[in-house]
């Protein structure tokens, strides 16, 4: 059975940071102006007012006569202590909380706003009783109480330790994860390769064939800016890059320096341009005019962009793309982020970035984390602060929080691309310095997504073939979150995934007809790009050639942001 701390970071692994192009939208005052609504809201909508303190108050009577029978829901991990279920102190206090909660959401329900307002209200909201939740407090948590008991105190001074530590060191938020284990280039990143070239923005790496033959079509994979690219690469057992390699690939991959502010006009069309120069170098290495490319979330928008300006200047040396847990064309109805943003919030978004020069990752993590705070948040604030325990140490967050800055000109371009949507308006509006039209790419694509994705959800996913001029497209649903999609190796028996060859109108009429298969994506993806690959030849015994030799050993520098 897996250890509370274990289940804290599993489920902290699922809410792991993305670039959602809304996500900068979010402003603070816009918020606070949420806030000012419903207390305006109880004056001006009295009888709705009234009706849900008369439920609040009575069905709190019915909790302190000991005659309600609410219970909390089997999966809301804050109340698994039997305490909650045995001591009538515990309970009742549960009990009210609960009740209180559901009235308050009823409430903001019931109150006239409009739609957007009542987005945010109810985020808002959400925020307030998740934060009033007892077993936020020592007194209220039955665990910590006993904790401190058992410890002889010692929790409590350790708690208080976590607590100033993360004041200190951690802009203020718990920390989610134990660094201490882990080191990139020891145990992390650590398939063998080279950066064979490298420019201001970028280092191009490439790995070290594990077979004897290598297909002739390589693979080029382009991570998010917002993210290092290791992800792609943690440890050998879900290394995406060791299957790649297994499965007879040759292996290029991108890793984006990390921008500070003298690095603020960096933008789009700078990021193409780049990704054109390392392109080259890799047909120029690999002697195949043709390369696979796949890219992942926001990766998935560049890869994209780069794709469209290749097919708009009659460029066919993409032979076939793969876009990973990645929406093309983000709607404000996709997700709670978008719900909550408007077209006044992103500009402002704009001007904070262009004035600071970044959107700082740590900036841009903080904000995700208060979007699922009871994940990020105030589990973390139970198990380190009252529990006096420290985080777990665990890969993926070790990753998450090795955050990146996005350049003020590249987020620009992304709420651009969230306001116009390009993508959706083929050969009328400009990115990158070209009119972008996804229906001029004819490569073959592979489409992937995942069931309980909520920054890039799989419905607005699926959009995705619907908008490129493939004429063929397999979709596949994975049936994890945002990364743990991403990072499916095979061997897991929990895994499974949904498949149907053929592209239907919309995506429930896709669900309807799909079928469920065990296991893991990748090796489905894998004789996919076999297919696409081209014959086989000797893998090269030496990494970069004579123009382009290798520089220094993977994974480079610029993922220490040298």
């Given at each position: 059975?897996?250890?509370?701390?274990?289940?804290?970071?599993?489920?902290?692994?699922?809410?792991?940071?993305?670039?959602?192009?809304?996500?900068?939208?979010?402003?603070?005052?816009?918020?606070?102006?949420?806030?000012?609504?419903?207390?305006?809201?109880?004056?001006?909508?009295?009888?709705?007012?009234?009706?849900?303190m008369?439920?609040?108050a009575?069905?709190?009577?019915?909790?302190?006569?000991?005659?309600s029978?609410?219970?909390?829901?089997?999966?809301?991990?804050?109340?698994?202590?039997?305490?909650?279920?045995?001591?009538?102190?515990y309970?009742?206090?549960?009990?009210?909380?609960?009740?209180?909660q559901?009235?308050?959401?009823?409430?903001?329900?019931?109150?006239?706003?409009?739609?957007?307002?009542?987005?945010?209200?109810?985020?808002?909201?959400?925020m307030?009783?998740?934060?009033?939740?007892?077993?936020?407090?020592?007194?209220?948590?039955?665990?910590?109480?006993?904790?401190?008991?058992?410890?002889?105190?010692?929790?409590?001074?350790?708690?208080?330790?976590?607590l100033?530590?993360?004041l200190?060191?951690?802009?203020?938020?718990?920390?989610?994860?134990?660094?201490?284990?882990?080191k990139?280039?020891?145990?992390?990143?650590?398939?063998?390769?080279?950066?064979i070239?490298?420019?201001?923005?970028?280092?191009?790496?490439?790995?070290?064939?594990?077979?004897?033959?290598?297909?002739?079509?390589?693979?080029?994979?382009?991570?998010?800016?917002?993210n290092?690219?290791?992800?792609?690469?943690?440890?050998?057992?879900?290394?995406?890059?060791?299957f790649?390699?297994?499965?007879?690939?040759?292996?290029?991959?991108?890793?984006?320096?990390n921008?500070?502010?003298?690095?603020?006009?960096?933008?789009?069309?700078?990021?193409i341009d780049?990704?054109?120069?390392?392109?080259?170098?890799?047909r120029?290495?690999?002697?195949?005019?043709?390369?696979?490319?796949?890219?992942?979330?926001?990766?998935?928008?560049?890869?994209a962009?780069?794709?469209s300006?290749?097919a708009?200047?009659?460029?066919?040396?993409i032979?076939?793309?793969?876009?990973?847990?990645?929406?093309?064309?983000?709607?404000?109805?996709?997700?709670d982020?978008?719900?909550?943003?408007?077209?006044?919030?992103?500009?402002?978004?704009?001007k904070?970035?262009?004035?600071?020069?970044?959107?700082?990752?740590?900036?841009?993590?903080?904000?995700?984390?208060?979007?699922r705070?009871n994940d990020?948040?105030?589990?973390?604030v139970?198990?380190?602060?009252?529990?006096g325990?420290?985080?777990p140490?665990?890969?993926?967050?070790?990753?998450?929080?090795?955050t990146?800055?996005?350049p003020?000109?590249?987020?620009?371009d992304?709420?651009?691309?969230?306001?116009?949507?390009?993508?959706?308006?083929?050969?009328?509006?400009?990115?990158?310095?070209?009119?972008?039209d996804l229906?001029?790419?004819?490569?073959?694509?592979?489409v992937?997504?995942?069931?309980?994705?909520?920054?890039?959800?799989?419905?607005?996913?699926?959009?995705?073939?619907?908008?490129?001029?493939?004429?063929n497209?397999?979709?596949?649903?994975?049936?994890?979150?945002?990364?743990r999609?991403?990072?499916?190796?095979?061997?897991?028996?929990?895994?499974?995934?949904?498949?149907?060859?053929?592209?239907r109108?919309?995506p429930?009429e896709?669900?309807?007809?799909?079928?469920?298969?065990?296991?893991?994506?990748?090796?489905?993806?894998g004789?996919?790009?076999?297919a696409?690959?081209?014959?086989?030849?000797?893998?090269?015994?030496?990494?970069?050639n004579?123009?382009?030799?290798?520089?220094?050993?993977?994974?480079?520098?610029?993922?220490?942001?040298?």
């Open positions: 059975m897996a250890s509370p701390e274990d289940e804290i970071a599993r489920n902290a692994a699922m809410n792991t940071t993305a670039l959602n192009p809304l996500l900068g939208g979010i402003n603070r005052q816009e918020l606070l102006g949420a806030v000012t609504m419903m207390l305006r809201s109880t004056m001006t909508n009295p009888v709705t007012t009234a009706r849900a008369r439920k609040i009575a069905e709190n009577t019915e909790i302190l006569l000991g005659k029978a609410r219970s909390a829901d089997p999966k809301d991990r804050r109340f698994k202590d039997p305490a909650w279920q045995h001591n009538p102190f309970k009742r206090g549960m009990q009210a909380y609960l009740a209180t559901e009235h308050l959401n009823d409430w903001v329900s019931e109150v006239k706003m409009g739609e957007l307002e009542h987005a945010r209200a109810k985020f808002v909201m959400g307030i009783t998740d934060a009033l939740a007892p077993t936020n407090t020592l007194i209220g948590n039955p665990a910590a109480t006993k904790r401190i008991v058992d410890s002889g105190g010692l929790s409590l001074l350790k708690g208080m330790k976590n100033y530590d993360d200190t060191k951690n802009g203020g938020l718990p920390a989610q994860v134990d660094k201490r284990p882990f990139v280039g020891e145990n992390l990143a650590t398939s063998k390769g080279a950066v070239w490298k420019n201001e923005m970028l280092e191009l790496i490439q790995y070290q064939p594990l077979t004897e033959k290598v297909y002739r079509t390589p693979i080029l994979i382009i991570p998010p800016q917002i290092k690219f290791y992800a792609m690469d943690l440890t050998p057992m879900v290394s995406m890059v060791q790649l390699l297994a499965m007879e690939q040759q292996v290029f991959v991108i890793s984006w320096r921008p500070t502010k003298k690095h603020a006009h960096w933008g789009m069309s700078d990021y780049s990704l054109l120069q390392a392109s080259e170098v890799i120029q290495v690999t002697k195949s005019a043709k390369i696979n490319v796949s890219g992942a979330c926001s990766g998935g928008i560049t890869t962009t780069f794709a300006l290749l708009a200047a009659g460029d066919k040396r032979n076939s793309l793969t876009f990973m847990v990645c929406v093309l064309n983000p709607q404000r109805e996709d997700s982020i978008g719900q909550i943003a408007s077209d006044g919030s992103l500009e402002i978004a704009r904070m970035s262009k004035m600071r020069g970044i959107l700082k990752g740590d900036d841009l993590a903080r904000m995700f984390a208060w979007m705070p990020l948040v105030w589990n973390y139970v198990n380190n602060y009252l529990m325990e420290d985080p140490p665990y890969d993926v967050l070790f990753w998450n929080n090795d990146t800055n996005l003020a000109q590249l987020h620009s992304y709420l651009d691309i969230a306001l116009h949507q390009p993508f959706d308006r083929p050969g009328e509006v400009e990115v990158a310095g070209h009119l972008a229906t001029k790419i004819k490569a073959d694509a592979f992937v997504a995942g069931v309980t994705d909520h920054i890039t959800p799989w419905k607005a996913c699926y959009r995705t073939p619907g908008l490129l001029g493939s004429k497209v397999e979709f596949i649903l994975s049936s994890s979150g945002h990364l999609s991403l990072i499916n190796p095979p061997g897991n028996p929990k895994a499974k995934y949904y498949r149907n060859t053929e592209i109108p919309t429930d896709w669900a309807a007809t799909a079928t469920e298969q065990s296991g893991s994506w990748w090796p489905l993806w004789e996919w790009l076999k696409r690959a081209g014959k086989q030849k000797p893998a090269p015994k030496a990494l970069g004579e123009a382009f030799p290798p520089i220094y050993a993977a994974p480079g520098r610029y993922v220490f942001n040298d």
